[in-house]
């Protein structure tokens, strides 16, 4: 009986040293397809709750109307922004370490390279244009074949007026055609009172998914993933993509933003409609580091989720959207 004992003392203190030696198992990887990397604006920097529109209350014309009064800070823990351009970089560095995370990201230049320089591996830089007096043709092409931006995005003529489909942008869709970029174009919803408070070009109606069909067909080997995935205009993007084999949609902004009811129910309609593989998980991540954690749950507490299902939006869709090599992130 002393040496069982003796030989069950000698498995656990084995055990125990294994466990203390053993480097803890990483998390699968998941890639963020929508990360604004943007120098951190003071007059912008306030606490922010998600789901910050699950109450939108109507503003008078009369008074001056200021982004605070629609971000919504009655909750426990209001997501804490950035106070500099250094404290960002770090969380955000810190953060696809701990969760294991690749991003594509667009932005300021400057803030974009050093993300790209600081986490070589995690940083996927893209390059937009939303409007024609942004740069030239020309730059735009020179810019995509330096090899550094693999990405068109993020494009957003909605909010310069103008439809993704207006023939002053068609050049830059060419360029990308003809360099095998993929390309994301905001699509939808703007948050409330956009055109009230600081985009006054910006049009509802602009964001049809169904606009961009000219484009689809001008340009059929181009290759579209649709930010916002088109909220609130279902019907439409769900016949788009039914339509055109190469358009996929991310759930970023609406994700964080929205009641989560209305958040559920349209992820959970794009999925019954067959599309779960062309799904891709996005922040539209801006100045809240603990954003990515927020949204991500979203997708992991989706109950009418198989597992599966939710790897597919976290990772493997984008995997086959952007033609990355699945082995370099194991």
């Known amino acids: 009986m002393k040496k069982i004992a003796l030989f069950v003392l000698a498995l656990f203190t084995v055990s125990c040293a294994l466990a203390q030696t053993t480097p803890p198992k990483r998390p699968l990887p998941i890639i963020d397809v929508h990360v604004h990397a943007m120098k951190v604006s003071p007059g912008f920097a306030v606490e922010m709750c998600p789901w910050f529109l699950r109450d939108m209350p109507g503003g008078d014309p009369t008074q001056n109307l200021q982004m605070r009064a629609f971000l919504n800070t009655d909750c426990v823990d209001p997501l804490q922004p950035a106070k500099s351009d250094e404290e960002m970089q770090k969380a955000v560095l810190a953060t696809m370490e701990r969760l294991n995370m690749t991003i594509v990201a667009y932005g300021d230049p400057q803030i974009l390279r050093k993300w790209k320089k600081a986490a070589p591996d995690r940083v996927i830089p893209g390059i937009g244009v939303s409007s024609p007096n942004e740069m030239s043709v020309q730059a735009f092409t020179d810019s995509l074949s330096s090899g550094f931006y693999k990405v068109m995005g993020e494009v957003a003529p909605q909010y310069q007026g103008l439809s993704p489909s207006d023939m002053s942008l068609d050049g830059y869709f060419a360029a990308a055609e003809k360099l095998n970029i993929p390309v994301g174009i905001h699509m939808g919803t ?44 279902l019907d439409e993007m769900i016949a788009l993509m039914g339509a055109n084999a190469y358009v996929y949609v991310d759930l970023a902004g609406f994700i964080w933003s929205y009641p989560q009811a209305e958040i559920h129910a349209y992820l959970k309609r794009l999925v019954q409609a067959g599309f779960g593989k062309r799904i891709l998980y996005g922040t539209d991540f801006m100045m809240w580091p603990k954003l990515f954690e927020a949204s991500i749950s979203v997708i992991e507490n989706a109950d009418y989720l198989s597992f599966d299902q939710k790897r597919d939006i976290l990772f493997n869709n984008a995997v086959r959207f952007f033609r990355l090599d699945a082995n370099k992130f194991k």
């Open 190 to 233: 703007g948050g409330n009172g956009m055109a009230n408070l600081t985009q006054a070009k910006y049009r509802a109606s602009l964001g049809r998914p169904f606009l961009l069909e000219d484009v689809l067909a001008r340009h059929p080997k181009l290759k579209i993933w649709v930010m916002h995935a088109g909220y609130p205009m």
